[in-house]
């Protein structure tokens, strides 16, 4: 089966420094993975994928990515967090079966001022 | 233009009611989804059409019934729901239809359609 983890239910880091929201997956197959952010009563917003190439992906608003295939995994960083970073994150995979996007549970950052 | 519009953000309604959610976007894009979200969970993906045709249909409930008009617009109707369908809706959109590099890119979300009800 096909499916995102995220360990997390919730990060608090304070502000000013690095932050990681971790992301392990299970596919058949390469991986396509995506990382997606939702700040309350909004929709959520595409923050960055990794198709192929560089292990390592930047993305919107100062966030980047780390692809590991030996661990399966596709942590979220940045170097300094913002209380504006506090959010809702979701890991997903491309379901190979379907060619849709499945999420990850999500994780709540909260950057404390 | 880059958006995806929902109408209504909020939508209260009976059990006997019949009602509709409107999602429109207009950057050409070919595949078109609905997501239901209930509160701190991810969305679950309800329906998608790709180039005007349903490809999938997650084993929702005939109570909602979807629709695609045209390649800009997505409906879904509502009829005789139950409290346990009060959540958010999502519309998103992808540049390519499934299997055509649909999900190589990423998905545009609206902001939801928050539904009650009672």
């Known amino acids: 089966a096909q499916s995102v983890a995220q360990p997390e239910d919730q990060v608090n880091v304070a502000e000013g420094n690095p932050l990681t929201v971790k992301c392990t997956y299970s596919?058949?197959?390469?991986?396509?993975l995506f990382w997606y952010v939702q700040y309350p009563n909004r929709g959520l917003q595409f923050l960055l994928k990794y198709i192929t190439g560089d292990n390592l992906v930047k993305g919107s608003y100062g966030f980047e990515a780390e692809f590991n295939k030996s661990q399966t995994s596709f942590h979220l960083k940045k170097p300094s967090a913002l209380v504006s970073d506090s959010a809702l994150y979701f890991c997903a995979v491309r379901d190979t079966r379907d060619d849709t996007i499945i999420f990850g549970k999500g994780t709540r950052l909260h950057i404390l001022p | 233009d880059t958006e995806v519009t929902q109408t209504p953000k909020h939508l209260v309604m009976g059990m006997t009611n019949k009602k509709s959610l409107k999602c429109e976007q207009h950057?050409?894009?070919?595949?078109m989804y609905w997501y239901k979200q209930k509160a701190k969970k991810p969305p679950e993906l309800m329906f998608v059409y790709s180039y005007e045709k349903l490809s999938i249909n997650e084993s929702v409930p005939s109570r909602f019934s979807p629709e695609c008009p045209n390649s800009s617009l997505l409906n879904l109707h509502l009829h005789a729901l139950q409290p346990e369908d009060s959540a958010l809706y999502l519309c998103?959109?992808?540049?390519?239809?499934?299997?055509?590099?649909?999900?190589?890119?990423?998905?545009?979300f609206g902001e939801g359609s928050r539904l009650t009800v009672l």
């Open positions: 950057m050409g894009h070919r595949a």
């Open positions: 998103a959109s992808s540049q390519d239809g499934l299997f055509s590099g649909g999900s190589t890119g990423e998905l545009f």
């Open positions: 596919v058949s197959g390469n991986p396509y």
